[in-house]
């Protein structure tokens, strides 16, 4: 049962690098979610998708940009890494309200 | 004012205690509740929703106060397997689902 994976779990960015966080879910759910932690935090969201060819902005957008080509991945971008995204991401799938999260990817940006 | 608020705790208490935490929320409009844990470093999973008329699993058990506007969780005969971050989750228009910020149970011998 694969569920929701993320790829890679651990990165660390020089400031200004760029990179794609990887999500894929195999639930077939329409929805699907990034959120971020910062340490003894709760949950931020940064973008989310309805369905394949839809997203739209969270609460914390700015840095990030995301694409939806398929129902199964919903990869998260950082074009400019700055040390404020450093944090733990996590990417979600749901169909009627329960999520089910990735293990998380830790990103340090140094 | 936050959309979701928690008190962050910690709350320490002994084993086989009762214990409950309240999450407020801000958008009368929101439409379903969800209460979620997560361990330490681990990704949140979901322990209970939140139904109109409260509802019970085993030692938990969740309600709604959609005139005042919160949820609460109580936890009965505390373990220490308990000891983790309870979230509390809000659904929206649009399948938006916003977070509070957590409420951090410990549970001591």
């Known amino acids: 049962n694969a569920g929701v994976t993320q790829t890679p779990k651990f990165r660390i960015l020089k400031i200004g690098q760029s990179m794609t966080l990887q999500c894929t879910q195999d639930?077939?759910?329409?929805?699907m979610y990034w959120y971020r932690q910062d340490p003894g935090m709760g949950l931020k969201l940064i973008y989310y998708?309805?369905?394949?060819?839809?997203?739209d902005k969270g609460e914390v957008p700015n840095g990030y940009n995301v694409s939806r080509s398929t129902t199964e991945d919903f990869p998260l971008r950082l074009e400019l890494a700055a040390p404020s995204q450093t944090s733990v991401y996590f990417c979600a799938s749901s169909v009627t309200g329960e999520l089910f999260f990735g293990e998380g990817s830790r990103l340090t940006v140094l | 004012r936050k959309e979701v608020e928690q008190d962050p705790g910690p709350f320490n208490v002994p084993e086989g205690a009762t214990v409950a935490f309240n999450c407020t929320y801000s958008?009368?409009?929101?439409?379903?509740f969800f209460w979620y844990r997560q361990d330490c470093r681990k990704e949140p999973k979901l322990l209970m929703s939140v139904y109109s008329s409260g509802n019970e699993d085993g030692r938990f058990t969740a309600q709604l106060n959609r005139a005042s506007q919160y949820i609460s969780l109580l936890i009965r005969d505390s373990k220490l397997s308990d000891s983790a971050t309870y979230l509390c989750v809000v659904r929206n228009a649009g399948n938006m689902l916003t977070f509070g910020g957590g409420t951090r149970l410990m549970v001591k011998p």
């Open positions: 639930m077939n759910h329409n929805y």
């Open positions: 998708s309805v369905g394949a060819g839809i997203t």
């Open positions: 958008n009368s409009a929101s439409q379903s």
